[in-house]
């Protein structure tokens, strides 16, 4: 390890099992020398396992609706004063559609739910960034992350409202991050991670095919939710002080591509036309 996050205090929220981006976070974030608190819903701690990671890392498990400021103030109020000081990080690594998991589509949408949806996944951030603000909760050049998709720019099939949610969640990285940033130094980004196969990712419709077609698209291949946590930690250190308000792209370069020879020879099922005489495959 490298000590990026000696020192340092840090909230986690959203982390649920093994399979959670947020999860993989927290480890790495102790790993790299810093104190964590972490919060999710009362009944996810129920269904998840949470509390065993608190054990493990030694890191207060405190139960919140992140929708709610009443709940979010308490996380910040315990954190501080279980952690000995002000907040120098926070992922935001939340969010749920309803309107997915009832199987509604983009345009049988249930207004009800998509409230939800952007409440849960969007809202819920700049609830989280005010509160922590108006308490003066998080130290001089601290970080704040949120974890989103390329789906909040292009069109995917079956991401539905979540969509607008991670939208809305970009753009409040924007406008909060100048105001926090000009008052306070504190900076933040969200990161617009590959397709992931996560307990709430796994809710989207043929997320395996999903995985597999940005896959061929990616130079480097998908990013993994360990990498996505490396990437994380990175953001959280001192090594990125003057980096703020941007959507950073931590998904093998498929946010740049148009068509990879691999994703072509989906199509053709045959990689002889792109090689050349000696049987060298041509990737221009």
């Known amino acids: 390890m490298h000590n990026l996050l000696k020192g340092k205090r840090g909230i986690i929220f959203g982390a649920l099992n093994e399979e959670s981006i947020a999860w993989k976070v927290a480890v790495k974030a102790v790993e790299e020398g810093a104190t964590i608190t ?16 608190g054990e493990k890392l030694g890191a ?18 315990e954190s501080v004063e279980a952690l000995g000081g002000p907040i120098d990080f926070v992922l935001h690594s939340i969010g749920m559609s309803p309107n997915v998991r ?41 970080s704040v992350v949120a974890l989103t998709y390329v789906a909040s720019q292009r069109t995917f099939f079956g991401y539905n409202d979540m969509a607008d949610a991670k939208s809305m969640l970009e753009s409040i990285a924007r406008s909060f991050g100048y105001i926090y940033g000009r008052e306070k130094n504190v900076r933040v980004n969200t990161i617009s991670q590959s397709p992931t196969p996560t307990t709430a990712g796994k809710g989207i419709k043929d997320i395996e095919n999903m995985m597999d077609f940005a896959d061929k698209m990616s130079p480097l291949g998908n990013a993994s939710a360990e990498e996505c946590a490396n990437y994380c930690v990175m953001l959280f250190s001192d090594y990125t002080r003057k980096v703020t308000m ?23 099922k045959d990689l002889a036309p792109y090689e050349d005489e000696n049987g060298k495959v041509i990737y221009g």
Request: aromatic share 8%.
């Open 38 to 53: 972490l919060s999710n819903t009362a009944m996810a701690l129920r269904m998840g396992s949470v509390n065993e990671l």
């Open 60 to 77: 207060k498990v405190i139960a919140a609706d992140a929708t709610s400021v009443e709940d979010l103030q308490k996380v910040f109020a």
């Open 102 to 142: 009832k199987h509604r589509t983009y345009d049988d949408l249930d207004y009800n739910m998509l409230g939800k949806t952007l409440d849960i996944s969007a809202i819920s951030f700049h609830k989280m960034l005010q509160v922590a603000k108006k308490m003066d909760a998080i130290a001089e050049y601290g």
């Open 246 to 268: 941007q959507n950073l792209f931590h998904d093998g370069g498929f946010s740049s591509m148009g068509m990879s020879l691999r994703a072509m020879n989906q199509y053709a």
